[in-house]
């Protein structure tokens, strides 16, 4: 089992927004805002799309956005767009210099 | 531009040894942490560990501490993930990557395209 816990599956229309959660514990996702999200479309290197709950990098769509509230952070896509769909991951700081993955969501664009 | 060159595809035998490389190109190797990610087929991701090429610091997950090691040759921009002895559950794919700058080790702002291992007898 994942260290952090994300829905499987989601999925949404084109024009539509989704949200994917990661929930973790209070000594990962609600102790530290070091929360990253990753896109992976497969065969492909993994992406950073969110770092620190809600920065994006340069490049970035600003159709994806981050927040974080308790112990759950959230990846938010609006506008969907067909090349939107791989699976999401998302990454947290978490106590003693280390760092946990949640399981992933695989997002279809339908 | 930043790469991460990955080795290629391995098929080992249980109880045998395996080093697979990664090597970074397009910016100052010594002075990002690198480490190494594992995905398990049909499962999520999972974070090995990192090691600091300017001076070989290494920090382990503890779900792998003593499974693997990890190091690197900065004179070749190169980091490596090594096995002693290999079980048919280290079958998975290995994902290279590069973590932030300094404090912000924890993100991954770069990763390789993955080598995949199997191990079967």
């Known amino acids: 089992q994942s260290a952090l816990t994300q829905p499987p599956s989601a999925s949404g229309s084109p024009g539509q927004s989704v949200t994917i959660s990661c929930t973790g514990t209070?000594?990962?996702?609600?102790?530290?805002?070091?929360v990253s999200w990753y896109q992976h479309h497969p065969g492909k290197a993994p992406k950073l799309m969110i770092y620190?709950?809600?920065k994006r990098p340069s490049g970035v769509p600003d159709r994806f956005s981050g927040s974080k509230s308790g112990n759950t952070a959230s990846l938010t896509v609006s506008g969907l767009q067909a090349e939107d769909e791989a699976d999401y991951y998302c990454?947290?700081?978490?106590?003693?210099?280390?760092?946990?993955f949640g399981g992933g969501t695989k997002l279809t664009v339908l | 531009e930043v790469q991460l060159v990955q080795s290629g595809a391995e098929v080992k035998k249980p109880g045998e040894s395996l080093k697979i490389s990664c090597k970074g190109s397009?910016?100052?190797?010594?002075?990002?942490?690198i480490g190494w990610v594992r995905q398990m087929p049909g499962k999520g991701l999972e974070w090995m560990g990192i090691?600091?090429?300017?001076?070989?610091?290494?920090t382990y997950s503890p779900s792998f501490q003593g499974q693997v090691t990890i190091s690197a040759d900065k004179s070749i921009s190169t980091a490596y993930l090594q096995w002693s002895s290999l079980k048919a559950s280290d079958t998975a794919m290995y994902y290279c990557?590069?973590?932030?700058?300094?404090?912000?080790?924890?993100?991954?702002?770069?990763w390789g395209r993955g080598t995949l291992v199997t191990v079967s007898s």
């Open positions: 990557a590069r973590h932030g700058y300094g404090s912000d080790w924890y993100r991954i702002d770069y």
């Open positions: 397009g910016y100052s190797f010594t002075n990002y942490w």
């Open positions: 090691i600091y090429p300017g001076d070989s610091d290494t």
């Open positions: 209070s000594s990962d996702v609600g102790d530290y805002n070091y």
């Open positions: 620190d709950v809600s």
């Open positions: 990454s947290s700081y978490a106590d003693s210099n280390n760092l946990v």
